[in-house]
T-cell receptor, first 112, second 115 residues
Framework: QKEVEQDPGPLSVPEGAIVSLNCTYS??????FMWYRQYSRKGPELLMY????GNKEDGRFTAQVDKSSKYISLFIRDSQPSDSATYLC????????????FGAGTRLAVHP | DADVTQTPRNRITKTGKRIMLECSQT?????MYWYRQDPGLGLRLIYY???????NKGEISDGYSVSRQAQAKFSLSLESAIPNQTALYFC??????????????FGEGSWLTVV
């Protein structure tokens, strides 16, 4: 079993839809949770960062962490064609060494 | 100019050949990483370095070696390339570790095909 599971998609939605992207994990010691966005033929870039449980909002993006269920989500409101990309979740243990464990990524396509 | 620059961006090489992927950064970060990305497997850490004198193996270091020539330069070598090393390779940098929300910055990737 992988430490981090993520549905690869592809997920295709119309412009303006609310998108929900999810990851589950098996290691209860993870404390740091991140979402990266990766456009085609580009390197991943950090989108959202959350420590421990709870919600974090940044514009149209909301990250949720439910440590009791070992489940994290990224919601995108009012999705735009420019949101079409692969979204990778990543997690890290506590401490000063930022070794990240990545999910395989979910490919999202937002069509006009 | 990109903060993290990888060369070459694309390379086709033959089985058994030695290949080096180079990475340089202008962010002034101490920490540098090499990852590979495969469809369905996500990003996996090959090697990482916290400073010029520090080199550490990651999850999948077999068949790879690295050299940290300077704070800004970190190269990855495949001594004898094999077809299952065909992948997209990313160099990355960061400053301090977690906590603090410090970001890992990725280069644009090097596509390597071993035939």
């Amino acid at each position: 079993q992988k430490e981090v599971e993520q549905d690869p998609g592809p997920l295709s939605v119309p412009e303006g839809a609310i998108v929900s992207l999810n990851c589950t994990y098996s290691n209860s010691a993870f404390q740091y949770f991140m979402w990266y966005r990766q456009y085609s033929r580009k390197g991943p870039e950090l989108l959202m960062y959350t420590y421990s449980s709870g919600n974090k909002e940044d514009g149209r993006f909301t990250a949720q962490v439910d440590k009791s269920s070992k489940y994290i989500s990224l919601f995108i409101r009012d999705s735009q064609p420019s949101d079409s990309a692969t979204y990778l979740c990543a997690m890290a243990l506590s401490g000063g060494y930022n070794k990240l464990i990545f999910g395989a990524g979910t490919r999202l396509a937002v069509h006009p | 100019d990109a903060d993290v620059t990888q060369t070459p961006r694309n390379r086709i090489t033959k089985t058994g050949k030695r290949i080096m992927l180079e990475c340089s950064q202008t962010k002034g970060h101490d920490r540098m990483y090499w990852y590979r990305q495969d469809p369905g497997l996500g990003l996996r850490l090959i090697y990482y370095s916290f400073d010029v004198k520090d080199i550490n193996k990651g999850e999948i270091s077999d068949g790879y070696s690295v050299s940290r020539q300077a704070q800004a330069k970190f190269s990855l070598s495949l001594e004898s390339a094999i077809p299952n090393q065909t992948a997209l390779y990313f160099c990355a940098t960061s400053d301090a570790g977690l906590p603090g929300g410090n970001t890992i910055y990725f280069g644009e990737g090097s596509w390597l095909t071993v035939v």
